[in-house]
Structures are given as C-alpha cells and as structure tokens.
C-alpha cells in the first residue's frame, strides 16, 4: 500500500474527495495542516492543493504513490475563490483567479504527459455529489472551514474529534454511490485519465 496524493486547483474539491476517498478505501485521512513529508502513513490520503507544485519530487519519494488530480469548472473554482476572498488579503489583481486556476490545469496537464499513466488519474469534483459526506449547503464556508472548534463553517464532513490527527478514519459511512471508487486507484469509471 502506498499514499494518495489528492490535489488540484484551490477550491477545487482536494478536501472532500480526499476524505471520500479515505472513507471508501478505509484508509487513513490527512489535511494539508498536518501534511509532513517526513511521515506519511502508507495507507494514507494526503488532501493538499499546494503539493501540486512538489507532485514530481513526491513521485520519486514515493515511487509507488498515486495522484490524484481534481477537476472542477473553473467559473465554480472562482465563484468560490471570490466569495471567501481567497488571497485577497495580498493579491488584489481581478485577473489573478482566473489566472490561477489556468495556470494549475496546464500544470496538471503537463505532470499528466511527464508521470506513468497509471500514477495518476482525474476525478470529477460532479461525480462527489451524490456521496454521503459532500456537503450541498455551502453558504457559511470559509477559509478556517478545516480547523475544528470554529464557529465558520459546516460539520457535516469533518471530525471535530480528530482533526489535525493521523487517526480519522471515516468507516461509519454507509455504502456510497461512490463504491466503484474502491478500484479507481489506478483506474475507474469515476476517476478518469485524461
């Protein structure tokens, strides 16, 4: 067994499928906040959008690792950037989202034609939807949604009780309309290749 790399975009969806995915293979969770190189379990997920720029030294630290890449409709992507006012406290340029989420699946695209195709496959933020744990209401996200014992942010989909540890594991879930999910890693008719 090795880790899970789920990446992409900002708000493009790495936290929710990542704990999908942790749920449905009975793996192990890990948020961006307490992501370490140094020590990453085996079976874990890893959720970190900001890895995407660090997925080919990862690929050779961890040779039998796999990618998984989110994709979701860039108007969505910035919709949600613009309501929570993502970076705005340093980037003020109205053209830098756009920007942004351009840049990120060129550079997707590009891990895509340089790592082994079976290192690496595409999920559809869409096809979440219908999961037990994917949250339709998201009116009071925010950028601390993660952290627990904050008053922003729904609950639906995080443990209050473990997060910021190795040990949440999801097996609670009840069978998900993501079941053929199980053998997405290399390959699935939810998680596609490009």
Not at 95 to 106: A, L, R
Request: charged share 25%; glycine share 2%.
């Amino acid at each position: 067994m090795a880790p899970i790399f789920v990446t992409g975009p900002q708000r493009s969806g790495t936290t929710i499928a990542a704990r999908i995915l942790a749920s449905d293979l009975n793996r192990t969770y890990v948020d961006e906040s307490e992501y370490t190189p140094n020590f990453i379990p085996h079976n874990a997920v890893i959720q970190a959008p900001f890895i995407i720029k660090f997925v080919l030294e990862l690929s050779y630290m961890f040779p039998k690792s796999h990618f998984v890449f989110m994709e979701r409709g860039k108007k969505d992507i910035i919709k949600s950037m613009e309501r929570i006012e993502w970076y705005k406290d340093y980037i003020t340029d109205s053209t830098f989202y756009d920007t942004y989420v351009e840049h990120t699946y060129k550079y997707i695209d590009l891990l895509c034609n340089t790592l082994p195709k079976d290192r690496w496959s595409v999920l559809q933020y869409d096809s979440l939807t219908t999961h037990p744990l994917f949250v339709t209401d998201r009116h009071d996200f925010t950028v601390r949604q993660w952290q627990k014992d904050k008053p922003e942010g729904p609950t639906t989909w995080r443990n209050d009780n473990s997060t910021g540890s190795y040990k949440v594991r999801l097996q609670d879930v009840s069978s998900s309309s993501m079941a053929t999910i199980r053998s997405t890693i290399p390959n699935t008719s939810t998680v596609r290749n490009r």
